[in-house]
C-alpha cells in the first residue's frame, strides 16, 4: 500500500507563484512514477506532469510547459510542483499519484488510469 497526502493549495492572483508537495508513504519502494493531475469542476482529470523516480525523467503537459516544473526528493519520499505565472484557468483540485509497476522505458504514462495511488487533493485557486 502506498499513501500520498497533498499539501500547499491555497488562493493567489493571477501571476503569482504557489509550491505544492506530495507526501508519500508505506511501501514506497514500489513506485516507479509520481505525477500530478487537476480536475477543476464539471471536467475531466487532467494530467500536469510526472516524473521517474529512478533516472529523474519528466513529463509535462503543453498548457503548463515553461511555468510549472515537478521534482522528487526520493529521500525524503516527496513530490513537488513549483507553480509559476499561475493563470485562472490553473484554478483546480491538484492530485497526487503514483504507479507502482513498470510502464515503458521510453514513454511516462499520463492517463489517470495508468496510475495506482492517489492523494485526496488540494485545492488551487487563481484570481484575477
Not at 21 to 42: K, L
Not at 59 to 71: E, H, L, P, Q, Y
Not at 86 to 110: G, M, N, Q
Amino acid at each position: 500500500q502506498v499513501q500520498l497526502v497533498e499539501s500547499g493549495g491555497g488562493l493567489v492572483q493571477a501571476g503569482g507563484s504557489l509550491s505544492l508537495s506530495c507526501a508519500a508513504s508505506g511501501r514506497t519502494f514500489r513506485i516507479y512514477t509520481m505525477a500530478w493531475f487537476r480536475q477543476a469542476p464539471g471536467k475531466e482529470r487532467e494530467f500536469v506532469a510526472a516524473v521517474k523516480w529512478n533516472g529523474g525523467d519528466t513529463s509535462a503537459a503543453d498548457s503548463v510547459k515553461g511555468r510549472f516544473t515537478i521534482s522528487s526528493d526520493n529521500a525524503k519520499n516527496t513530490l513537488y510542483l513549483q507553480m509559476n505565472s499561475l493563470k485562472p484557468e490553473d484554478t483546480a483540485v491538484y492530485y497526487c499519484a503514483a504507479r507502482t509497476s513498470f510502464y515503458s522505458a521510453y514513454t511516462i504514462p499520463i492517463r489517470p488510469p495508468n496510475y495506482d495511488y492517489w492523494g485526496q487533493g488540494t485545492q488551487v485557486t487563481v484570481s484575477s
